[in-house]
């Protein structure tokens, strides 16, 4: 077949690209060879635009097994336990085909994780849609969150804590980002290198249909009007099946029969055996006449590119092939050799006996674009000044109610009670909490999760933004008591060949790296998500962090409820009155100018150390970082989840009412603590030199500031619980 310029354009490829791969060829491709080039050069596998700016995160750890480079990071949580983790985008597909897109990000993420050894024991999630008004909104919000209950439910994952957001840059792009956390034994981590000649391949799980082909492709292009078309290059996932991979797999795990696994994800069969042979530097030779496919006459390109769900590529060791056949038939599930090792460092296609692709390894893994774009610096956006007359017109108490209600802050039960939180019996916090909890089965120790990003912030200032998103996964673990470990991100962003979206990428890169290094809170695995536009119209910069952290003893993790009536209410950390890019500020004054508050990475590496002190002396009660909202919002979110009312003070500094209750400074959290352990709090937070103030105390009923409100917690409570259920009927 003559390979024009027009299926060049159509495989994703510059002119450029596709001159390079014919100097390295010494000849033109054939169609079967373009499309592998294409897969593998896209952006979605090659990361050609942020490869180099990826290698400045601080990757590396004490506790660190695996960093970036595999299907998910590793980090040690002690005695003979690891936790395997990442998350990923599925953004476009998920726009296009809402429930399928969902649903098949949460089964490839599942997959990276089991693929390493692990058993999945959380998922998590961060979706983003466009503004509640958008037309389209509703119903994508809809299938997203079926499919990625549908799928999770299906699999016995608990989805124990994720983050929802609205805003109009998503209107033509939204963003589904799914994460898994599994636990495996520390001396039994899998990993994707081969190794050894003749060994042979083996393709294990469902069989290789047409869904899916150019996945991987139409991840990395931009949106137009003519998205629709697109449907075809969504995979159509089917849980169960995945069920009985999962468990295949855990059973052929048990010994060694396994050199090398890895599942075929993104580009399919090409990436998964390409990716393979590049890491332990061999060939590999397939005959695709021996891949198990469920429909008539596929083609050697066809399968090549077939992103179908379910399906895991095994190198084995020589004589382990009839015990692996027995497993995998026992669960019902294809398996097949389709090909083995070799010393060529090429890889060869056969079909029908005939050679359809030979292309050297290193050309699809090494050769790849590598692209250090330009790009363009955000400066720091002048300070808002805020007049006190209009300020003095909005009551405290109305600002309060309708923040509540704003759908960045309300209940979003609506969306967890769809989803199985409590399956597998270990989830200790589920939904709606700073980080979802769940024990490491039959033991003493959990780990903490969470899931986070701040579009606005990273919008108005990219570097801030980056730092801030790490130190608010740093203050949701700490807030349950957990000791902060690594971190994973999905970085969500616009087309990168334009200077200000790679500008944006840049910055909050370099504001992750910068937060994560001081914190000591490495980057353990990642995806990179570009070409987020439809129209030329770009979402917000949107990097979203994944933390882990450990709960030695579960008797001490905290929870953001309050417990107890005449307790007394503290500030830990300064409240400067920052009102720029607060909710406050975006939606009750509709001012969306200005930076936002400026993160001191000192503060809040020790104000967390010096509340995982407090907690691990056991004299606090309860305890809540002070994000989106500000403090009144944050607190009335303690007294509606735990039914306790409190009487508050006003603002002891210059600091007016407004920028004290509702301004977003970083660094800060709420605890609760009873009178008695007043004297020893104090003294830990003075040794630490942590800024704090008593802010209130703990009532019944109501809550309560000076002569300027008294209101039922039920109240506030109708306000937080009604948006979304009025919403979506």
């Known amino acids: 077949m003559n390979i024009t310029p027009k299926i060049v354009e159509k495989h994703g490829l510059k002119k450029t690209e596709y001159k390079k791969i014919c100097e390295l060829l010494k000849r033109d491709p054939n169609l079967v060879e373009l499309g592998i080039f294409s897969a593998m050069w896209n952006e979605h596998c090659s990361y050609k635009s942020s490869k180099i700016h990826l290698k400045k995160l601080p990757t590396k750890g004490k506790v660190v097994i695996q960093g970036p480079g595999e299907n998910a990071g590793v980090v040690d949580v002690g005695d003979g336990y690891a936790i395997v983790f990442k998350v990923e985008s599925h953004n476009h597909p998920s726009f296009i085909e809402p429930y399928q897109g969902a649903a098949t990000g949460v089964g490839g993420i599942l997959r990276d994780v089991f693929t390493m050894g692990a058993r999945p024991i959380a998922n998590l999630n961060s979706i983003h849609f466009g503004s509640p008004e958008n037309f389209k909104t509703k119903s994508l919000l809809d299938g997203v969150v079926k499919g990625i209950g549908g799928y999770g439910n299906c699999m016995g994952i608990p989805t124990i804590a994720g983050e929802t957001h609205f805003d109009e840059s998503y209107n033509g792009n939204i963003l589904v980002n799914a994460m898994t956390v599994g636990l495996a ?3 039994k981590i899998f990993y994707s290198k081969a190794a050894g000649i003749d060994k042979s391949v083996i393709y294990v799980g469902s069989k290789t249909g047409r869904d899916g082909i150019h996945g991987a492709s139409m991840a990395s292009a931009k949106f137009d009007d003519k998205t629709e078309e697109k449907k075809p290059t969504v995979q159509v996932g089917d849980p169960f099946a995945e069920k009985l991979l999962l468990e295949a797999c855990q059973e052929l795990m048990q010994d060694e029969s396994i050199i090398a696994i890895q599942d075929m994800g993104a580009a399919g069969l090409t990436s998964s055996s390409v990716e393979m042979a590049a890491k332990g530097n061999l060939g590999i030779e397939l005959d695709l006449n021996k891949v198990p496919c469920r429909e008539l006459n596929m083609t050697p390109y066809e399968m090549m590119l077939s992103e179908s769900q379910e399906r895991m590529l095994i190198i084995l060791n020589t004589g382990q092939e009839q015990k692996a056949k027995k497993i995998f038939d026992k669960w019902n599930l294809d398996f097949s050799i389709i090909g083995k090792t070799t010393n060529s460092k090429r890889i060869v296609l056969k079909f029908n006996n005939e050679k359809v692709a030979d292309i050297p390894i290193k050309f699809l893994a090494d050769k790849a674009p590598l692209y250090d774009r330009k790009w363009v610096k955000t400066l720091v956006p002048k300070k808002q000044e805020f007049k006190k007359d209009k300020l003095n017109k909005l009551t405290i108490v109305d600002s309060l109610k309708k923040l509540l209600k704003h759908p960045a802050v309300c209940s979003k039960e609506w969306i967890w009670k769809q989803y199985d939180h409590t399956v597998m019996g270990d989830t200790i916090q589920k939904p709606g909490g700073d980080s979802g909890v769940v024990r490491i089965h039959n033991t003493n120790k959990a780990i903490a999760t969470t899931i986070d990003s701040s579009a606005h912030y990273c919008s108005a200032h990219p570097l801030t933004g980056g730092k801030q998103v790490v130190c608010e996964s740093w203050r949701n673990l700490i807030s349950v008591g957990a000791k902060p470990i690594a971190i994973t991100n999905c970085l969500n962003f616009g087309n990168p060949e334009k200077e200000k979206s790679m500008g944006e990428f840049v910055e909050c890169v370099e504001g992750i790296a910068e937060a994560s290094k001081y914190l000591e809170f490495p980057v353990v695995s990642g995806n990179v998500s570009f070409y987020n536009e439809t129209n030329e119209v770009g979402i917000k910069p949107t990097p979203v962090i994944g933390g882990i952290g450990l709960i030695k003893d579960i008797s001490k993790m905290m929870h953001m409820k309050l417990k107890k ?42 104000n967390g150390n010096t509340i995982l002190e407090l907690i691990n002396e056991k ?23 735990g039914n306790m009312g409190a009487k508050i003070n006003g603002p002891k500094s210059l600091v007016q009412n407004h920028e004290y209750f509702f301004s977003e400074d970083q660094g800060r959290y709420i605890i609760e603590i009873e009178k008695n352990n007043l004297e020893k709090v104090t003294k ?17 009923n109501n809550l309560s500031l000076d002569k300027e409100f008294d209101i039922k917690v039920t109240e506030l409570k109708n306000h937080y619980d009604n948006w979304f259920n009025k919403y979506i009927d």
Request: hydrophobic share 40%; net charge positive; with cysteine.
């Open 619 to 641: 004299i606090i009660l309860s305890s809540h970082d002070i994000s989106v909202g500000g403090l009144l919002v944050n607190l009335a979110k303690m007294c509606i989840l």
């Open 565 to 606: 009536e005449n307790s007394i209410l503290i500030i830990v950390g300064k409240t400067k009155g920052h009102l720029d890019q607060s909710l406050f500020s975006r939606y009750i004054l509709k001012n969306l100018k200005g930076p936002p508050p400026e993160i001191n990475l000192f503060n809040e590496k020790n």
């Open 684 to 700: 830990i937070l003075n040794k630490n030199s942590v800024f704090y103030e008593k802010v209130g105390i703990t009532q019944k």
């Open 185 to 187: 034994e520390k001396n």
